[in-house]
């Protein structure tokens, strides 16, 4: 199947700076790209579909000010968390379509914020 | 709207033994596919099988198999001859599309243990 890779798997910051998260498609061309969060023994939560070179649509209840999402190529798309705080401590996974039936899944980023 | 179940929080089995997970939806459009993946402790989401409203026979890859019954809206996972390595986070998942949107809708998963 197609390779998703996201980066970084694991990351701590402190609270009030951001982080940027990196979803990659490496054998094939995205066009549409999702974010999803995940909390402990729970399910996986859309926050929002990007599509390359538009403005990502963000699920009801998602702060865009603060989960910035950008989909500059039809290769990468890039979540970043603004001003994290202890709440925001999470796993994100990132998956991406190019067009067919089946979502690629990347391997998943588990952030804590401190 | 659409709404997928899984009424089974935890399932155990015993290895070599079949296991089947369950899985209901609801859904008004005629034009579906529904989705099984695994989620192991490490957190990658990996593909398993898929189904869709239209296929007439039930999907199959491997040793996983979806027992679709449209008449039921439910599509439920049958693993065979269950490993160790089986032991993870299965979730089913419907594709939802519209005029703005297609995504992928998961139910809350079910865990999945395998035992000697």
């Known amino acids: 199947g197609a390779v998703v890779s996201q980066h970084p798997s694991r990351v701590i910051c402190k609270s009030g700076t951001s982080v940027k998260i990196e979803c990659r498609s490496l054998?094939?061309?995205?066009?549409?790209m999702f974010w999803y969060r995940q909390f402990p023994k729970q399910s996986l939560m859309l926050m929002a579909t990007s599509n390359e070179g538009s403005k990502a649509t963000y699920e009801q209840g998602v702060e865009k000010d603060k989960f910035l999402i950008n989909h500059a190529s039809l290769t990468l798309s890039t979540l970043t968390v603004t001003s994290a705080h202890p709440e925001d401590s999470s796993f994100y996974i990132c998956s991406a379509r190019d067009g067919g039936l089946e979502a690629f899944f990347g391997q998943g980023t588990r952030l804590t914020v401190v | 709207a659409q709404k997928i179940t899984q009424t089974q929080p935890g399932m155990f089995v015993q290895e070599k033994e079949a296991v089947t997970l369950d899985c209901t939806y609801d859904?008004?459009?005629?034009?579906?596919?529904l989705f099984w993946y695994k989620q192991p402790s490490s957190g990658e989401m990996i593909f398993l099988i898929y189904?869709?409203?239209?296929?007439?026979q039930n999907a199959t890859e491997g040793r996983y198999s979806l027992n679709f019954q449209k008449a039921r809206k439910s599509a439920n996972l049958v693993i065979s001859a269950s490993q160790l390595g089986d032991s993870a986070m299965y979730f089913c998942?419907?594709?939802?599309?519209?005029?703005?949107?297609?995504?992928?809708?998961f139910g809350t998963g079910t865990r999945l243990q395998v035992f000697p």
């Open positions: 189904q869709g409203s239209y296929d007439e």
């Open positions: 859904t008004s459009d005629q034009s579906y596919g």
């Open positions: 054998d094939f061309q995205a066009t549409t």
């Open positions: 998942a419907m594709r939802e599309r519209s005029y703005n949107t297609d995504k992928l809708i």
